[in-house]
C-alpha cells in the first residue's frame, strides 16, 4: 500500500511538473472602446433599420489623418484586416508626381485623433470583426495628404474620412491645392465625408479696407482697425492665422500681395507679429518670406487678462495692389479648449472668445469643396458657412456627436460627427452599393421638406405674427450667419443689400425684410411677408425600404 501510495506521488509530481511546463494562457490586452455605441446607433437610426450589416466586410473606409497612436496590432481597437500606412513607397510616389520621393514625414507621435476617429466609424457600423476593411493613412500635411488621397483612390476605397481641415490653402470657395487632390477622390466615385471643423464663433472675415497708416479697416466704431479677442486662463497658447483670397490651384504658387500680422495688448504694446515677406511665382523663398498668402502666429504662454484689457489684432498692408474682390479671413484658435467657470458668477466660460468675430464663413479646405460632405454637429464650436460663392456648409448636422470611451475619454464636435456620419455612409453602402454623394444629397433634400422651415418670426396678411415652432440649430445659424453677411453689406454702403444661399432645397435670397425664393415663378404675386426659407432639418438615416427607392427609384 505504501508503495502504491508513493507510486501515485510520483505520478501526481510529474503531473504538476508538466502543468508548470506548459505556459498559462495569455491575459487579454485592454483596449479602450466606445461605450456609448448602442446609444449613438440608436439616435442615428441604425440600430432599428440596420442591426447587423452582413455585407460591410465589402465596404473599404479610407481614415486620413496625422496620427494612429497605439496602433500595433496588439489591441483590439479594430478589426484584424486594417492596414496602417506611415510611409508612401517611392515608386508610388514618382508614379503619381506627388511631391519629392526622398520626402517622408511621420505620423505625429502620440497624436491619437485617427484612430479614434476609425473606432467611431467601426462602432457606428456595428462593430463586426468582418468589417469595414480600414486604411489608415498618414495625412500629415499637404503632401502626405495629397498621397494619402491617391493610395486611397488606388485601393478603390468606398468612403474617404477626413476629420481636419486646413487653415490656408484655399479662397473660401472650393478650390485651391487641397481641394484639387479631392477633385480626384469625387471623380473617382468615391464618397468623402468631411469635419466641418470646430471654429465656429473663431473666425472674422472682411474686405481689404485700407486707411492711410496702411493699417486695415476690420470694423466699426472706436479703434477700426482692431479685433479683440479674450484671453481668460495663464500659461495659454493662443494661434492666430491669416489669410487671404490669393491661393492658386497649386501648393507654393506664389503671391505678390503682402499683409503683415500684429498683436498688441490692451495698451498697444506689441504681443508679436508675424512679418513675412509674400513672394511671387518664378522667385525662391528664402529666410522670412513665403510663396503662400498666410501668416501664422503662436503665443505660448499667454497671459490672462480681466475684461476691458482684451488683445488686439491689427493687420497691415504691405503692398498697394489689393481690390474692391480680395477677402481676408482671421482664425483664433485655443491650445486650451475646455470650458471653464467664471469665479464671480459661477457660469461656464470659453477659455478665449474672438469678441469680433464674423460668426460665419467659417468652414476651411476641404470641408468647403461642392463634392464633399461636409458634417457639423449643433454646439456652437461647430463650424458653418456659407462658402463665398454662397454655397450653404454644413451639408450634414447630427444632433449629437458625443463619443465616450471605456478610457474614461469624452469628446464632442464635428471630428466625432463626420466619423459618425462616415459609418452612417458605410453602412448604406454595404446595404446599397450603387450609394453616391448625390443620393445622399436627395435624401437630405427630402429630410429638408418633411419639416416646416421658417423663418424667427412669420408675418402674415393680416399683419399678426404667430409664433412658429423652435428652430433647428442649423436653421438657427443660417439666419444668423445670413444677418451678419447683410449688416457687412450695409455697412459698406449698399443700397440694397442681399445674401444669396444655395442649400439642397434650392436657392434664396436672404433681404433686410426676410427671406425669399431667388426666383420668383412668372405671374407670382408680390407679398411683402417674409416668406420661409428650406434649410438642412437634422439627419435622420434612411429605412432600407427609403434607400432603396433613393437608389432604384422604387
Wanted: glycine content about 10%; overall charge neutral; proline content about 8%.
Amino acid at each position: 500500500m505504501l508503495r502504491t501510495f508513493a507510486g501515485i506521488a510520483v505520478i501526481l509530481s510529474a503531473a504538476l511538473v508538466l502543468i508548470a511546463a506548459e505556459p498559462l494562457p495569455a491575459t487579454p490586452v485592454s483596449a479602450s472602446k466606445l461605450t456609448n455605441a448602442e446609444s449613438a446607433r440608436r439616435k442615428l437610426g441604425l440600430y432599428a433599420n440596420y442591426p447587423s450589416v452582413p455585407t460591410i466586410g465589402r465596404v473599404k473606409v479610407a481614415i486620413l489623418d496625422s496620427g494612429f497612436d497605439r496602433i500595433d496590432g496588439k489591441r483590439p481597437y479594430l478589426p484584424k484586416s486594417a492596414v496602417l500606412v506611415e510611409h508612401y513607397d517611392r515608386a508610388f510616389i514618382e508614379k503619381f508626381k506627388l511631391g519629392e520621393p526622398d520626402f517622408q514625414k511621420p505620423f505625429v507621435p502620440g497624436e491619437s485623433h485617427g484612430r479614434l476617429m476609425a473606432q467611431i466609424v467601426w462602432a457606428a457600423t456595428g462593430g463586426s470583426a468582418f468589417g469595414p476593411q480600414f486604411y489608415l493613412l498618414n495625412a500629415n500635411g499637404p503632401t502626405l495628404f495629397r498621397r494619402a488621397v491617391r493610395y486611397a483612390i488606388e485601393q478603390k476605397v468606398d468612403v474617404i474620412l477626413f476629420s481636419g481641415t486646413f487653415e490656408g490653402a484655399g479662397n473660401f470657395d472650393g478650390r485651391g491645392p487641397i481641394n484639387t487632390a479631392v477633385d480626384d477622390a469625387v471623380a473617382a466615385g468615391i464618397i468623402w465625408v468631411n469635419a466641418a471643423g470646430n471654429s465656429g464663433g473663431m473666425v472674422h472675415n472682411g474686405p481689404v479696407n485700407i486707411d492711410g497708416d496702411g493699417f486695415l479697416k476690420l470694423r466699426t466704431g472706436t479703434d477700426p482697425t482692431a479685433l479683440r479677442f479674450a484671453n481668460r486662463l495663464d500659461e495659454n497658447a493662443v494661434t492666430i492665422t491669416l489669410t487671404w483670397n490669393d491661393y492658386k490651384e497649386v501648393e507654393d504658387a506664389g503671391t505678390d500681395k503682402d499683409l503683415d500680422l500684429i498683436v498688441e495688448d490692451w495698451l498697444g504694446r506689441p504681443v508679436g507679429e508675424s512679418k513675412l515677406k509674400q513672394v511671387p511665382a518664378g522667385a525662391v523663398a528664402g529666410v522670412g518670406e513665403t510663396k503662400n498668402p498666410r501668416e501664422r502666429l503662436v503665443l505660448a504662454d499667454l497671459p490672462a487678462k480681466p475684461a476691458g484689457e482684451e488683445y488686439r489684432i491689427r493687420v497691415k498692408a504691405k503692398s498697394a495692389n489689393f481690390g474692391p474682390l480680395d477677402r481676408i479671413r482671421i482664425l483664433v484658435s485655443s491650445s486650451r479648449t475646455a470650458a471653464m467657470t467664471d469665479p464671480d458668477t459661477g457660469k461656464p466660460l470659453v477659455p478665449v472668445e474672438f469678441l469680433d468675430a464674423s460668426k460665419s464663413g467659417e468652414i476651411y479646405p476641404p470641408a468647403d469643396h461642392a463634392g464633399v460632405l461636409a458634417v457639423g454637429d449643433s454646439s456652437l464650436q461647430s463650424a458653418v458657412g456659407p462658402t463665398v460663392d454662397g454655397r450653404l456648409k454644413p451639408d450634414v448636422i447630427l444632433g449629437d456627436s458625443v463619443a465616450r470611451f471605456s478610457n474614461g475619454d469624452e469628446s464632442i464636435g464635428s471630428s466625432n460627427a463626420a466619423a459618425y456620419f462616415a459609418g452612417v455612409v458605410a453602412v448604406l453602402r454595404a446595404t446599397e452599393p450603387g450609394l453616391t454623394t448625390g443620393n445622399v444629397r436627395d435624401w437630405v433634400r427630402q429630410l429638408d421638406r418633411k419639416k416646416t422651415p421658417v423663418d424667427a418670426r412669420v408675418r402674415v396678411a393680416e399683419d399678426r405674427v404667430t409664433e412658429p415652432a423652435p428652430l433647428s440649430p442649423n436653421q438657427e445659424r443660417a439666419m444668423r450667419y445670413a444677418s451678419i453677411a447683410l449688416e457687412e453689406k450695409r455697412r459698406r454702403g449698399e443700397v440694397n443689400p442681399e445674401v444669396i444661399v444655395s442649400n439642397p432645397g434650392g436657392t434664396v435670397v436672404v433681404r433686410p425684410g426676410g427671406v425669399e425664393p431667388a426666383v420668383r415663378p412668372v405671374g407670382a404675386k408680390a407679398e411683402p411677408a417674409l416668406k420661409e426659407a428650406v434649410l438642412h432639418a437634422p439627419w435622420i438615416t434612411p429605412t432600407p425600404r427609403e434607400l432603396a427607392a433613393l437608389i432604384r427609384g422604387r
